[in-house]
């Protein structure tokens, strides 16, 4: 296993049991909301931030882990009717309009998303944090992205055999 | 390169076209256009098009909108000084509320926007707050006891409902017609033009008029559009804003008018408690505000003293 | 030519470039909406406008009732509930003439009900069903074709997460509770349909009926699949009687779920981080769309598109019937190439305000959208569920294709009656007062 294929592996399995344990949070915050409404018969104000800041991270990131995985949606009609070098190009076609959306829309429109709104202090309605790290996700997710791609762009041009495409 | 023409100021805001805090906006749009002969127009995206209230004021501190009209109780997220607004019971009546507003503690609030890239221009009439219930009425505090009252999701309006006695809960704005049809909440609070055209007067038994709270809307256009605009564009904007500031309670008087009568004729039974309980039972959270944001006390004693 | 011309041309070119060089759906609505928008704002705040509404495009509570319905659905498939529901639509139906194929029906429709997933369903019940169906007679390429229509069911009767995915395009103008209900008459008439279609086969081909269960037969089954039915009675009796919101119900939908598996010991506490595991992928995968999808309805907002079709579709045809026709056949063309979600995202915005006009309810509108997309789903180029229904039934998709194509015209004409009588889906919805 190459070094880069080990960070790789190891980077994925972090994401995973990130995308497990925010779903499992999720899940305990939903029902508690519903449970201590009617066995606590009060409700707190809290419960309704954390889950959509929740989803939100879970949804950024997970996009992250598909590009890793290759598991976004696409349309492959014409893609399977290609010769193999074309699929070649093609594929590298894909990873750098993924990379460029990444970088320019995800790291440098999401990084000034960041310090706006952490240069302007906003806080959210009940929890009180600043949207900025909510918001962070953004870059975040952009940066590992980024580093799929070169990976897998790396991966189609060193391998000659054509089971990347 | 740069595009002939009229420059365009953008919009948004998230009321329908019927809302008469929409026609204030057609008012500054007209006043506006007048003022500088065409050479300024304003597009008008309403209903929500280009975002929530929280969102536009995140796209004019972007840069992408010039100017939105929100409540004050989404700006105190933004520029903590109109957290004063929310206090239950500020305002004596209308007549102080707005002789405080267009006064010099109002328009220091305005100004404070321009820090955090917001600049205020006026406000607007957005009425006062009242509950309105599904099956039990409430004609004193002590009937808030256990009912489960909807509040927008901010610490003020939920620490002001469980103080006088009711069960704060905070709900997205669109589930609430189902979430009060289906027994989910006993009831919500809102401001009469709102209560109609929400439909949620279908589904309410009554409405107590006891205005808890009278939260101002605030037009603002964003510090990055402003700059640009020169000396003369500047003061044409400001008056435009002042007028329409004018014109627009006229349309939110006739507006609570015709939603009462609307509110009436359904059926819905008008509660008028003695506001004074109520306004007793509440005093706890302006202590509590004020112990929190000991740099704030002022502006309410300013407000006060009037 | 205007900017505005100029931009939309770039953003729809540059969008089904991308599409077509399997550029994945979701960046490609991302790429085409930032250099579209780009032609229109400064770069630093236009960059910023997209990041901001890919984030906040998510931001709604309703929306977690996604994640949540998947979940269970992913719960229900480990947990044996196909086979249980299998076999009480088959003391039920089986010995009517084709029987096996009404079971195939019944079970996609009662399995895709509790689910929510057409694809779920087509999966689960296509699995068992096509080798008991070949052993009597029937060719495998007719199983898979009614096994992919009539899961498309599922996503019209609730729980279904595509009608939430349209109560958020539409602006909340349509309540999820009201879809929910409304949702009910237009997939049983769907499926109704598709039997029909069944048993003219069946008679004409004389396809076997099986014995007829007697009344304590039935009784054992529908015991045996009573708590996984009783899902459906749950999730919606608890949104009808006000026990709790639509989006609190599907997290309900998951505590139950995970219990049943657990009691029936087809699941056990170690699967649950594999189970969360394929249910987040899954969710991103629908969610990452809405992200990017949300930002290219705000630049049509910002650009003013929607009235734009809005006026020329209303001053282009002069009746009301002519302009719900075009964007049936709009939406049909739509739905061969591209996938539901981004087209539900994508299209309700355009032509909602058009269908409102002229007086359609948005509730209405939702129920004929979704089953419009739901043939779409069946037909190649792209059709997520032909493909999952051919490949579950082991047999080539041109051969699917042929015998479909009936299948299809009966879905065209229930799409047609839908779209043409608004009580039959309206008719709950106004009965429950929502
Ligand atoms: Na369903
Ligand atoms: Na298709």
Redesign the interface.
Known sequence: MSKSEFIFNKVNKILEWFLIIIFALLVLDVLFQVFSRYLLGRSFTWTEEFARFSLIWMTIIGAAYLNAKKEHLSMDFLYEKMSISNKRKTSIFIEVCIFLFALIVMVIGGANLVYTTLHLEQLSGTLRIPLGYVYAVLPFSGFLIICFSIYHISGVCSNKSNSQL | EK?EGPEVL?LGHTLPQTHPVHKGMLEFQKALEKKSSGSLKVKI?P??????ER?LL??L????VAATKVSAATLS??VPEYNVMGIPYLFRNKEHQFSVLEGSIGKSILEKGSK??LRGLCYYDAGSRSFYTSKKAIRTPQDLKGL?IRVQ???MA?NMVNTMGG??????Y??L???I????VDGAENNPPSFVSSNHYEISKYYTLDEHSSVPDVLLIGT?YWDKLSVEQRVWVQEAADESAQAQKKFWRESVEESMKVAKDWGVEIIIPEKSLFAEKSKSVVEKFVEKYPEMANIVNDIKNN | MSLEIISIIVLFVSFFTLLLLKVPVAYSIGISTTISLLLNIDKMPGLTTIAQRMTTGIDSFALLAIPFFVLAGEIMKQGGIANRLINFAKSLVASLPGGLAYVNVLASMLFGAISGSAVAAASAIGSIMTDRMEEEGYPRALSASVNITSSTTGLLIPPSNILIVYALASGGTASVAALFIAGYLPGILLGLAIMGYVAFIAINKGYARGQRATLFEIWTYFRKAFFSLSLLIIVVGGIVAGIFTATEASVIAVLYAAILSLIYGDMKIKDMPKILLTSAKTTAVVMFLICTSMAMSWLFSFEGIPEMISSFLLDSLSNKFAIFLAINIILLIVGTFMDMTPAVLIFTPIFLPVVTTLGMDPVHFGIVIVLNLCIGICTPPVGTLLFVGSGVANVSVTKVIRSLLPFLAIMVAVLMLISFIPEISMFLPRLFGL
């Open positions: 595009i953008y995206f209903d929500g098009q280009l975002g929530s969102e995140e796209l501190q972007i840069g992408s997220n933004f955090f890239w489960k999701n901010n610490q939920i069960d704060a809960t905070p709900l997205a669109g589930e017609y189902t979430a049809q289906q027994g989910v990055k």
